[in-house]
């Protein structure tokens, strides 16, 4: 009962158009005041100590790494380092849009700045080349949602702030399946480009490509002071966090000086929005989690599905269309500290390894991304491509099924997301 009117309350506040952050805070203090004898001050004190956390941190600062390296050239560069390899494969520039996707998302650890460091670069580009604009928007879109998988990753963190898993051993998990899934979606790309005989671009020289792997090495020698640094145990991944700002900030104004030290205020500016609006979203969350656990609603739950009989294909599938159908409503932040708290003691009871838990909910959150009414990736991608959401779900939809496949394998394939983190020592 207690949970109906808790989720009940927060459904009809979302429903009045009022944000995820809002609508949580209200309902955490509806309940609160009239439904708890919670006192105040131990409220103040979990708000205190729930947000106090160090892998915190790292979210301010993969936010201003991306943003330095969005407005840096890094992206320009990689791109061209990308079209040189792979150009003159069927649909050439469309799989230079995946592979692009996928270095930048090494380095950024954002999905919508991926859309907007690759697409407005590479959009205008394939059409000039005689792409059809849906062809063009359906990759990016889709591809861009790499950044949340292959690791630095924001939602991760997020996870990681719910569940106390690893930042590290997430991180790890996140490379197999995110190179898995750049392939899969670089095999559709190649697929219909190959259908519909799209263009092709002529073969570059070696010394060409050398030279274009020259002009990147800066921006993708990032992928290895992050990953680098958190597996040889110089950073801790908050501390690589920091590492990366720093570098891009280096790398954007110093090296290849596509950005003054003038512009670097806006940059701030524009993360420190960022950061603001998710930091406060945390907050609310962290509460909300507080009178989840107060009310032993995720004991109850767990509780309940073991005395059901309810397996872990069961389970694992009814997370996946629940996460689905969250994807249809909110964002992929409030998702993850929302249902994380949740789902993750029902997850343990189970048996199933929290670290392939936070996959299977970071891949249900790319999904979520590129599909309508709220997914991010199509609105960021509209802004680019001036294509109204409804064309994009259009366009879309064959990269969209092969996500959908890719879900249901890395879901039931839990050494996929497990080997390289357990190669590494950094779970049993």
Not at 169 to 190: D, E, I, Q
Not at 311 to 325: D, E, P
């Amino acid at each position: 009962m207690t949970a109906l009117v808790i989720f009940g309350l927060l459904t009809v506040l979302m429903l009045t158009g009022m944000p995820i952050s809002i609508s949580l805070g209200l309902t955490v203090l509806t309940f609160l005041f009239t439904m708890t004898q919670v006192p105040l001050e131990s409220v103040a004190l979990k708000l205190f100590t729930g947000i106090e956390k160090f892998e915190i941190m790292a979210i301010p600062f993969f936010i201003l790494a991306g943003n330095f390296l969005t407005h840096g050239g890094v992206a320009r560069r990689m791109i061209y380092f990308a079209s040189a390899m792979v150009g003159h494969w069927h649909g050439g520039l469309g799989l230079a849009g995946v592979v692009a996707c996928a270095l930048f998302a090494a380095v950024s650890g954002s999905s919508p700045a991926t859309v907007v460091a690759i697409g407005s670069i590479l959009l205008p580009a394939m059409v000039k080349a005689g792409f059809p604009n849906r062809f063009g928007a359906g990759v990016i879109t889709t591809s861009g949602a790499l950044g949340i998988l292959i690791p630095p990753s924001i939602v991760m963190v997020m996870y990681s702030v719910a569940t106390n898993t690893s930042v590290g051993a997430l991180f790890m998990a996140g490379v197999v399946p995110g190179l898995v899934l750049a392939t899969m979606l670089g095999v559709t790309t190649w697929y219909r480009a190959r259908k519909f005989d799209y263009p092709r671009q002529p073969v570059v020289s070696w010394r060409k490509r050398w030279q274009a792997f020259r002009e990147a090495i800066w921006g993708l020698l990032l992928i290895f002071v992050v990953m680098g640094g958190i597996y040889t145990g110089i950073f801790t991944p908050t501390e690589a966090a920091a590492m990366s700002a720093v570098y891009a900030f280096f790398v954007a104004v110093y090296v290849y000086r596509d950005m003054g030290l003038r512009d670097v205020p806006k940059v701030l500016l524009n993360s420190a929005n960022m950061s603001a609006m998710l930091l406060y979203i945390i907050t609310n969350a962290v509460m909300f989690s507080f009178i989840l656990t107060n009310e032993n609603i995720p004991q109850h739950l767990a509780a309940w599905m073991v005395d059901m009989g309810l397996g872990q294909i069961a389970f694992l599938l009814a997370v996946n269309v629940l996460l689905l159908l969250a994807g249809n409503f909110m964002e992929p932040s409030s998702i993850v500290l929302i249902f994380a708290p949740i789902l993750f003691p029902v997850a343990i009871t189970l048996g199933i390894d929290p670290v392939h838990f936070g996959i299977l909910m970071t891949v249900n959150m790319e999904v979520g991304m590129c599909h309508p009414p709220v997914g991010l990736n199509l609105y960021v991608a509209s802004g680019i491509t001036k294509m109204g959401i409804t064309e994009l779900t259009v366009a879309v939809w064959p990269w969209l099924l092969t996500m959908l496949v890719f879900l249901v394998v890395v879901t039931y394939w839990p050494a996929m997301s497990l080997a390289f983190p357990r190669l590494l020592g950094m779970i049993p």
